[in-house]
Structures are given as C-alpha cells and as structure tokens.
C-alpha cells in the first residue's frame, strides 16, 4: 500500500538537513492519514496534529533564520506563508479543543496540497538562493555536521 505522500527527489530542495526536516513533515502527514483512515480516537489524530503543528514551528524558524542571515530577497513573503499556517494549524486545535470538531480527510488533504506546493514552488525559490549564495554541501566534507556546514560558510570558509 502507498503513502498518502511519498517522499521523491522532486521534493527535495538540495539541502540536507531541510530535506530531512521536510520528510519529517511528511511522515507526520502520513501518521495523520493513517489515523484518520483507522478512525483512531480524537485524542490520537489531536496529538499528531499537535506534534505536527511544533515541528512544523521549528522547521519554520530553521528556514527563515537561514533566509534572514543569506539576506533571501523572499524572506518577508515566505515568512508570511509560514505565519499563515500557523495561525491556520491553531485555530484548527482550538476548534478541536471544544470536541465538537475533528480532523478529517479533507483537513489532511489540505495540509497534503499545502506541503507539496509550499515545498515545490516557494522552498524550491530560496535553495536557488542558498546555492547561489555559497551554501554548497559537496564542498563541504560529508562527515562534517549540516550545523558546522553552516557556521563554516557564515565565517568565510
């Protein structure tokens, strides 16, 4: 049986630790989909959603931070896309929290459209500019951390 998302290299932004991140997002995703297929309790699709939602804050804060020091000219507009589903993903938990609501396929299906869209066209946007900027993992050794990867292009070399 296939995933609701399958994880391919055309998702795949050519930054290690974004794309790990990204297939983070997706098995999250897919843990959705399958709970709401099994019609597992609220409590189980509410707490996916939950560790989606914060995974998907400190994913956020990992771009925009790396947009913000590589002066990514679509910074602002990409941060506003992020806010937006924040705020989106909160509303939903508290429209859940009064139990009169609960996830659905459609909510899935539209966190499925945001993701790979999201990904597709605007994260695809700023790893031209990360590769352009000198962010380049093959001239880094590979058994150098995506961390130290970072900081070793921040300072210069």
């Known amino acids: 049986m296939s995933k609701f998302v399958e994880w391919s290299n055309e998702l795949s932004v050519g930054v290690e630790e974004i794309d790990e991140q990204h297939k983070m997002l997706v098995d999250l995703l897919n843990q959705m989909h399958q709970a709401v297929l099994e019609r597992h309790a609220a409590q189980i699709t509410n707490s996916i959603l939950e560790r989606l939602g914060e995974y998907t804050r400190v994913?956020?804060?990992?771009e925009e931070s790396l947009m913000h020091i590589t002066h990514c000219p679509d910074y602002a507009w990409h941060k506003v896309e992020h806010?937006?589903?924040i705020a989106q993903l909160q509303d939903l938990r508290e429209k859940l929290a009064d139990g009169r609501h609960s996830i659905s396929f459609e909510l899935v299906h539209f966190l499925k459209v945001w993701l790979t869209k999201h990904i597709m066209e605007s994260d695809k946007r700023y790893s031209k500019h990360f590769l352009a900027y000198g962010i380049n993992p093959e001239l880094v050794p590979q058994n150098t951390s995506?961390?130290?990867r970072c900081w070793r292009?921040?300072?210069?070399?």
């Not at 994913?59 to 990992?62: G, P, R």
């Not at 292009?153 to 070399?157: C, N, S, T």
Request: hydrophobic residues 55%; without cysteine.
């Open 59 to 62: 994913h956020f804060a990992v």
């Open 83 to 85: 806010d937006q589903l």
């Open 146 to 148: 995506w961390v130290r």
């Open 153 to 157: 292009f921040l300072r210069g070399g």
